[in-house]
T-cell receptor
Framework: AQSVTQLGSHVSVSEGALVLLRCNYSSSVPPYLFWYVQYPNQGLQLLLKYTTGATLVKGINGFEAEFKKSETSFHLTKPSAHMSDAAEYFC???????????FGAGTRLTVKP | GAGVSQTPSNKVTEKGKYVELRCDPI?????LYWYRQSLGQGPEFLIYFQGTGAADDSGLPNDRFFAVRPEGSVSTLKIQRTERGDSAVYLC?????????????FGPGTRLTVL
């Protein structure tokens, strides 16, 4: 069965610093990988996804993630944090054989001025 | 255009009661998903509809949970004999087509509290 582990339930960075949110997955078949963001009192919004092809994926708001099969990882990065990036971030995995998407427990990002 | 909407936004009920949660997907989206999100956790898959039929209900926790989508648009999640453990935010998402990598658009959720 697929699963996702997000390392660190809370991450705090200073404004302008690098953002790194970690995600490791488990899947017996080629995975589809996603990062979603959830702002307070709003629905989840897709940041980026990997399906096939180029392993470095660029998303909205300056975020990107790299699929590393050898490390079973899909870490999310952003070179310079903004105050507006403060939110909950969820990594998720699915594949072409299953209809369900499995989410990690989430990482809450705090950005300090 | 309108996104996914869910009603009510909040529902408080007593243990043992029956509740219905409604989801209005984005117009034209054939795929519809229900998830449950408990405090401090990520969304947990419940059921997936493709059109009117439940293509995958493997995530429903027990037979107290049921969902319908009779006309292939609006969906209702029904919970019988509610228990305190059912308290959570129930999320609905829709997507275009059946490819599992399609972007899912989420609604704001219904917060269910069972007293």
């Amino acid at each position: 069965a697929q699963s996702v582990t997000q390392l660190g339930s809370h991450v705090s960075v200073s404004e302008g610093a690098l953002v790194l949110l970690r995600c490791n997955y488990s899947s017996s078949v080629p995975p589809y990988l996603f990062w979603y963001v959830q702002y307070p009192n709003q629905g989840l919004q897709l940041l980026l996804k990997y399906t096939t092809g180029a392993t470095l994926v660029k998303g909205i708001n300056g975020f990107e993630a790299e699929f590393k099969k050898s490390e079973t990882s899909f870490h999310l990065t952003k070179p310079s944090a903004h105050m507006s990036d403060a939110a909950e971030y969820f990594c998720a995995v699915s594949d072409s054989y299953n209809n369900d998407m499995r989410f990690g427990a989430g990482t809450r990002l705090t950005v300090k001025p | 255009g309108a996104g996914v909407s869910q009603t009510p936004s909040n529902k408080v009920t007593e243990k043992g009661k029956y509740v219905e949660l409604r989801c209005d997907p984005i117009s034209g989206h054939t795929a519809l998903y229900w998830y449950r999100q408990s405090l401090g956790q990520g969304p947990e898959f419940l059921i997936y509809f493709q059109g009117t039929g439940a293509a995958d209900d493997s995530g429903l926790p027990n037979d107290r949970f049921f969902a319908v989508r009779p006309e292939g648009s609006v969906s209702t999640l029904k919970i019988q004999r509610t228990e305190r453990g059912d308290s959570a935010v129930y999320l609905c998402a829709s997507s275009l087509g059946s490819w599992t990598a399609n972007e899912q658009f989420f609604g704001p959720g219904t917060r269910l509290t069972v007293l």
